[in-house]
């Protein structure tokens, strides 16, 4: 299974992806759910395993571990699989993620 890393290094340097159509959800402590959201034309950098977004006035370090869920147009290609659901969400990210083995260049269509 490609991870949340590997899909965010594709989205950013192939140049067949607007990152700007991306977004990313993120376990974030004391937000509304617990969860916030980037566009992805607000990732700064990303780092072996920091992701840097700009957010308000300010820059903020997100572990890529707390990545939940990336999108691209609106279609999830990559969630990550809960303790509770173990295997179940791991399927679905394998089936949107199938067709991302094309050659750089190629856009994904889901």
Do not use: C
Request: overall charge neutral.
């Amino acid at each position: 299974m490609r991870t949340s890393y590997a899909l965010l290094l594709r989205l950013i340097h192939d140049p067949g992806y607007d990152l700007s159509k991306a977004s990313i959800e993120y376990l974030d402590r004391g937000a509304s759910g617990d969860i916030s959201l980037v566009k992805g034309e607000d990732i700064i950098s990303l780092e072996s395993g920091i992701m840097e977004i700009r957010s308000d006035l300010k820059t903020k370090f997100i572990p890529i571990h707390r990545i939940r869920r990336i999108s691209y147009q609106g279609e999830p290609l990559w969630e990550k699989r809960d303790a509770e659901n173990f295997g179940a969400k791991e399927k679905t990210a394998k089936e949107q993620t199938a067709g991302m083995t094309a050659t750089p260049g190629t856009p994904y269509v889901p």
